[in-house]
């Protein structure tokens, strides 16, 4: 119904706790794992065939009802959406993978897949999505998976407290961009993104419109951890379990950023609408805020998630450029920043599974235990500051460039000075945990299990390997970004 | 806590009623099926969410033994 690639991770999602039960019963609990791990892969398998159907045709529409637009729901993939289906599900087949040990101490960890299962599906349902109301279906199904997933360890206060705080921002968010869609409907008369932009692209900006572009940067900007918006972040990712940080990090606050440039840049015009200024500020702010809210922390995951911030803010370069280039650098960074920054939480989690804190300070000279870890937390590391031959550099470059193109090169000039800023915190760490002596506390602590190792170890292949040879992930968000920039198709196909 | 949450509630509830009011405003005082439609959904999303919530303030009862939100402040930096 929704293309292979949603309908089976859908089905395994809904046919998972059934599995969970009957493998509790039979007494083989490694069997919901491993059928976790599969819906994942037979996705991922669904998605190359969808990936060369849309390679020859450029972009596919798919109705859901039988009549279709203007008022039926329909999906629209292009380039684009394909691009970050494909980050959602890597980062998804290496997180579940580690979870099989990581969780395996938890209860309810079928409920656990199942959410993991769910919040994936509903991430690539939202950038599949071609109106704004299925739109707004997965991304509540999204949301809500990711509360209960922050609140997964109810037993302790921490979690609670944080998941409250995040699900009332975030449904705020949530809400705001429905009222935003209620003021496209009373102006437009539907909710198909081809529809609204045919409508609202030629017209003259007014105060109505200024106010809708206004409540959808608030509402995304809650779920992209914008800096006015961000105070849900450093709580609810330190708290989550790590497996489930790593996907929040990596790949939900990405989602924000996709409906943010997908739903400005196809509906309100930039050259018109000129909504590059205010985003280009939201980005200053928030790349300056987060590098310096990083250098004060003493908890390892509180500081990768400011860190997470001030990833934000580079992205935001690009989309506040709006140029070909910029899109491209834009969704580039969000391709490698799933891996740096989920293989960075998987390690912390990898430290905190067999250390038991998280304080950096008592993490001291770990890397003399867990030298495997320790030296792949610190290629995520680098690969986060930036530096040559790991594939944080390679965006960053191309998002530098784009912004001296564009003639914004105070945005170039914050973000280097921001780049060389967070080698502060990043350097810190890495000096504590690989140069210190041992504290007394983690004398006795042993290298991670080897399923959780593999993943990492994989993940900081692709690093280093996207680093040296980044071709292929470069033309692939070329065309991401000429995909996205190219609106007179999109809107021809629906029509 | 729960006030708290009643305020998200109300804020969808208008958007719910925006969507009405523009509907109805369109086709001279009828209602257009597509917002029909669409408010209905919302209003199961909603319903959704508000659950989990309650979910959420009711462990957090648990944990702090009061409703006052002002409370929850151990999480801080």
Not at chain 1, 102 to 131: C, K, N, P, Q, S
Not at chain 1, 155 to 164: D, G, M, S, V, Y
Not at chain 1, 315 to 321: D, E, R, S
Not at chain 1, 477 to 493: D, M, P
Request: proline share 3%; with cysteine; charged share 10%.
């Amino acid at each position: 119904m929704f293309t292979p690639v949603l309908d089976s991770i859908l089905f395994f999602m809904v046919s998972l706790p059934i599995v969970g039960w009957l493998a509790q019963k039979i007494g083989l609990n490694r069997i919901r794992d491993v059928y976790a791990i599969l819906g994942f892969m037979l996705s991922g398998y669904a998605l190359i065939g969808l990936y060369e159907e849309v390679s020859k045709s450029r972009i596919i529409l798919i109705k859901i009802a039988t009549f279709g637009p203007p008022l039926g729901a329909c999906l629209v993939i292009d380039t684009l959406s394909i691009f970050m289906a494909f980050t959602f599900l890597l980062l998804s087949i290496f997180v579940s993978v580690y979870s099989v040990r990581y969780m395996e101490h938890e209860t309810r960890v079928t409920e656990y897949y199942a959410l993991f299962l769910g919040m994936v599906a509903g991430m690539i349902g939202v950038v599949f999505a071609g109106d704004f109301f299925t739109f707004f279906i997965f991304w509540e199904l999204m949301c809500v998976t990711s509360y209960v997933l922050v609140a997964f360890r109810k037993e302790l206060w921490a979690p609670i407290e944080a998941a409250f705080k995040y699900l009332i921002m975030s449904t705020f968010g949530s809400v705001t961009i429905f009222f935003a869609m209620s003021f496209l409907y009373g102006m437009v008369g539907t909710l198909n993104f081809a529809h609204l932009a045919t409508s609202i692209r030629t017209v003259t900006p007014n105060y109505w419109l200024y106010l809708t572009i206004a409540m959808i940067v608030v509402g995304f900007g809650i779920k992209a951890a914008i800096v006015p918006f961000h105070t849900w972040l450093p709580d609810a990712h330190p708290e989550a379990p790590s497996s489930v940080s790593a996907l929040l990090s990596g790949i939900l606050i990405a989602c924000g950023i996709y409906g943010l440039s997908r739903i400005l840049i196809l509906i309100f015009n930039p050259a018109q609408f000129q909504w590059g200024i205010l985003v280009a500020i939201l980005s200053v702010i928030t790349m300056t805020i987060g590098n310096f809210m990083a250098l004060l922390q003493s908890d390892v995951k509180r500081l990768l998630a400011y860190s997470s911030i001030a990833h934000i803010g580079y992205i935001l370069v690009g989309v506040a450029v709006a140029t070909e280039t910029g899109l491209g650098g834009a969704f580039l960074h969000v391709f490698n920043h799933s891996l740096m920054k989920g293989l960075a939480f998987l390690c912390a989690g990898a430290f905190i599974h067999q250390a038991g804190t998280r304080k950096l300070n008592e993490l001291a000279g770990i890397g003399r235990r867990m030298p495997i870890s320790a030296f792949v937390f610190c290629v995520a590391l680098l690969a986060l500051l930036g530096v040559p031959s790991l594939n944080g550099f390679i965006s960053k470059l191309i998002l530098v460039k784009a912004a001296i193109e564009a003639n914004a090169s105070i945005l170039a000039i914050v973000l280097v000075i921001n780049s060389v800023f967070s080698a502060a915190y990043y350097l810190r760490i890495m000096q504590i945990i690989m140069l210190a002596s041992p504290a007394r506390k983690i004398a006795k602590v042993k290298e991670a299990p080897l399923a959780m190792v593999i993943p990492m170890c994989m993940m900081a292949l692709l690093i280093v390997f996207f680093g040296v040879y980044p071709e292929p992930v470069t033309v692939f968000a070329e065309k991401t970004a000429s995909a996205i920039l190219n609106v007179q198709e999109f809107i021809k196909l629906v029509y | 806590m729960v006030k708290l949450l009643l305020g998200i509630v109300i804020l969808a509830n208008a958007a719910n009623l925006s969507f009405i009011s523009f509907s109805t405003f369109r086709y001279g005082g009828a209602i257009d099926p597509f917002a029909h439609t669409i408010v209905l959904m919302a209003i199961v999303i909603e319903a959704f969410v508000t659950a989990v919530g309650l979910a959420m303030i009711l462990n957090a009862y648990r944990h702090y033994r009061t409703l006052d939100v002002r409370k929850l402040r151990k999480l801080r930096w």
